[in-house]
Every structure is written in C-alpha cells, then in structure tokens.
C-alpha cells in the first residue's frame, strides 16, 4: 500500500502571505508511461464535504482560483496557496490514485490565519 | 449540476446492519465509477469501497472487507452500501463520491455531503 504523509499537521499564516503544505508519498506516484504524477489536493472546510483543488499533482480543477497551485514529482509535492484569504481555512489533503484501486490519503494539513 | 445525495446513516448497536444509498444526477451515471469514502469524527479521510460504471469490478479496503458490499443500480442513478458487522470503529460520516474518469479508481470529482453513521452500545 502507497502510504501519504502530510507535513506540517497544521500551519498558521497572515493574510496574503504564502502558505506551503507538503506531501510525501512512500513510493514513487511517477506513471512512467504517460508522465503523470498521479496525485491529488483536496480542500475541506467545516461542516463541508472536500472539495477537488489539483488533479495529475499540477492541473488546477475549473473554478479553482490561480492562487492554488500544486507541484512536485515521484514522491514529494507541494501545494501552495500564494496569497492567503479567510477563506482558504480549511483542513487540505493529497490523496494518491497510482495505485488504484488502492487509493489513499495524507492525514491532512489544518491552515489557519495568524 | 452533479448532484450526490446520501441517506441511510443512523446510529446502531455493534453487530447489527444498514445500508446506504446515494442518489446520483447530473451526469451520465452508468458511465463512472463510484466511491464510498468515510471520515471518522476529527479524523482524516478513508476510501472504503470502490465500483465499476457496469459493477462488475469492486474493491474494499482491507478493515471492512468480508462486512460490507457496494453496489449499483443504474437504471435509478443510485449507489449503495450494504454495511453488516457494524463494529464501533466503523462510525463516521459516509461520503459518495463520484469518479472523475470512465475508470474506477482516480480521484474523486465530486461528493455529497455524507451520512452520518454512529455505531454505539
């Protein structure tokens, strides 16, 4: 099984100042064939279902403001939140689909203001 | 606008049974996988269970594997999880979610916004 680790557990940021949440994967998520990291970041705020941010590590879902951005590649990926709004607090997760069926997530990150 | 609309969830004692449904709209129902994820109180998320578009092919995750069956209906737009042996860890809020390829296992598009299932004494 393809266990995700999210760091930190929790961050507090100022508003418009950057927010970097990290995720690491046990085994490389790195589809050779196609190129694809299959990996993907959810936000989740209170009371609320999650809701899709990035798909393919990098790919903003429609909707998703520019603010949002995902990288990495393999094993390491970072999400970042350029510009933080009250609205941005929320718990985030990664979820991998490499190897499906056996899907998995990070334990999740809890971003709050300053 | 994709829809997804749980029901079922109650509170029962370890042992006993439930099922839930999920009524699905919006999209081409029959075309996508779907998912069961949970998410424990104050805790993260789990993926349970996953369906093919035709429901041929299911998987579980291991802890409730044996326990719990997926299913389709897709001629009413309908998911289901069949839940027996209860047991107390497996109290959580349940979530269907809908797969965001013709496959069954990528990530996940779109959810609902769960039922809530208590399993106590």
């Known amino acids: 099984d393809i266990v995700m680790t999210q760091s930190p557990d929790s961050l507090a940021v100022s508003l418009g100042e950057r927010a970097t949440i990290n995720c690491k994967s046990s085994q490389s998520v790195l589809y050779s064939s196609n190129k694809k990291n299959y990996l993907a970041w959810y936000q989740q705020k209170p009371g609320q279902p999650p809701k899709l941010l990035i798909y393919?590590?990098?790919t903003r879902e429609s909707g998703v403001p520019d603010r949002f951005s995902g990288s990495g590649s393999g094993t390491d990926f970072t999400l970042t939140i350029s510009s933080l709004q009250a609205e941005d607090v929320a718990v985030y997760y990664c979820q991998q689909f490499y190897g499906t069926p056996q899907l998995s997530f990070g334990g999740g990150t809890k971003v709050e203001i300053k | 606008q994709v829809q997804l609309v749980e029901s079922g969830g109650d509170v029962v004692q370890p042992g006993r049974s439930l099922r839930l449904s999920c009524a699905a709209s919006g999209f081409a129902f029959s075309s996508y996988g779907m998912h069961w994820v949970r998410q424990a109180p104050g805790k993260g998320l789990e993926s349970v269970a996953i369906?093919?578009?035709?429901?041929?092919?299911?998987y579980y995750t291991d802890s409730v594997k044996g326990r719990f069956t997926i299913s389709r209906d897709n001629s009413k737009n309908t998911l289901y999880l069949q839940m027996n042996s209860l047991r107390l860890e497996d109290t959580a809020l349940y979530y269907c979610a809908k797969d965001a390829y013709y496959s069954s296992g990528t990530y996940f598009d779109y959810w609902g916004q769960g039922t809530l299932v208590t399993v106590s004494p």
């Open positions: 369906i093919s578009k035709d429901g041929s092919n299911k």
């Open positions: 393919w590590a990098s």
